[in-house]
């Protein structure tokens, strides 16, 4: 009884009791992305922004199928060692993911959660992992700039302009192997909170910060609330693309709610782009601008015992160009995993 | 150990050792499907085509609330009592499931399969109730023909002209809670077989049937290999929505895989409608096809234990607009479920 009460620590989140450990990774990440400050801590730099296909579409499923092969690889396994894929991407119907992972002949659990996918697939393979249902299971997602501004904006033909709080989305894919075993990294993926949808009625989809900050607040609230947790337990707490706008707004509703972040707060899109020196504006944003943030530096710093326990929190926009066109709002949603480094010698 | 084993029988498939159960269950069928042959099994029939909205979008958002709100009531729940909704729908970027739930304040996993998004609910939901992590958990999904035809053909105002081999996307919405508690439904979630992403390079969009139907017979011939079963065990094998066409295709397949599934076939697309008197071409389609079919008509009968053993194998063509215009074929995926009468006695 008592492991299973362990489990359940208030309604939205869950701890991992049996183990989920972080067995491989990869961050295959676009030439502008290889630019910025966190370059050089990325697995492959993909010069060519088609990564060898024909559209746009199939650049990212080729930067997916890397991540995907690179992560499985680091993990010293085989394709036919990985039981399930979680993952999925920002298109209509997940192309990128289907035509990405169609050859692996691995099932795939095709998940959308926006730019908070990331997190989705984490928390979804580590319930597989932890309940025995997984053995070494793959999360990965991807984002591709000229594929996501044909999405949801403008085709990069039109050469429209951008507000200043418009967020530039990540070329790259992010893939992390979770195994039931300890590995080489000693990175255990310990607890999680799965995100609510949250809707404040914003409906400006150049300022995604500001519809995501609400959602990051409610998940890290409740992620520390079901815990009994402080801020400064971890070394980190990151979102995934909230940018300038958004930071402010996060940091100022949690501070309502009695919890001060600010010390050890961390954005994935205002890391990854110099935004003066590269013009990408209020930072970065999209699926793979946490993954490979995450795959590249942040599970680095951990396996290294740099950082001890970093609480991840990938946020997604939610909305479609028919939606937003019919005037609706754009909803966020945010998943919080905590991740901890676990020396060998425990 | 050997409960451990008897969980992974073979690389695709699980077992629910610890006991996952059909709490409450709904289906909420537009006013075509209350007209088919399966119509005075609904819980509701909605007549009203936009159920209250002012969008095709938004009409199938409230199916979506209506389905949610009566399965929870059916397994005599509040919305408080839901750990977490596993759902997803056919638009693009989930907007009718993140419109469909957001006012209730229950955590979203946001799945895209496409038409095999009841299976990949349910399956999901097992694993997280299964593995102590999900108390009661709602699976979900929806689709809408008028907003299915936006999204993938043309606008219903153009009159477009439609080939026999196309389906009819079913508008309705079914959803069912799972609990690792029995309840009045002595129906047991016993086993599932996550699908792999199958392509045969079928690029006839207006041909699911041919598209889905081979990955429907490698997730069936995986599930009956991976558990040694027979398909005579089963009193019906399930697809969601292969149609005439799909139908001959998978029997033949499965034939030359050894497996003769004729006797107890059944397709929920074939059933729904009646496409003589009707006009549904080659049969219903859609996410919703196989939930309410699920929920309206194969769940009561498993209930009644009029059926002992079914094996539910929604099927999705996994496609955009973008992917096909762009040449791509249609691949598909499928996801098998399978449900036993559990008579209170056991």
Redesign the interface.
Known sequence: MEK?KS??QG??S?YFGNGVYVRGMASIAGKLEGEGPLGKYFDVVQEDAMAGGS?W??AESNFQKMAVEHAIADAELAQ?DI??IAG?D??????AT??G??TM??????????CSTMG?AL??AA??V????G?NMVAMTSSHFAGAEK?FRFPLAYGNQRPMAATWTVTGSGAVVLSPKKSKYPVRLTSA???????FGVKDSMNMGACMAPAACDTIARYLEDFGAEPKEFDRIVTGDLGAVGKEILLAMLREKGFDIEQNYMDCGMEIFDADRQGTDAGGSGCGCSAITLTGYILRRLAQGTWKKVLFVPTGA??????FN?G?SV?G?AHAIAFEYCPQTE
């Open positions: 299973q489990k359940c309604r939205q869950m559209t579409e199939e036919t039981r399930y999925g920002l298109l209509g119907q997940l192309i289907t035509f992972i169609e002949n691995i099932p795939l659990l095709g998940l959308y959660g926006a989705e928390l979804a319930v597989f932890d309940g025995g249902f053995g999405q909170t799965m995100g609510r949808v949250v809707d939610l909305l479609s160009t028919v939606s019919e609706n909803p949603i």
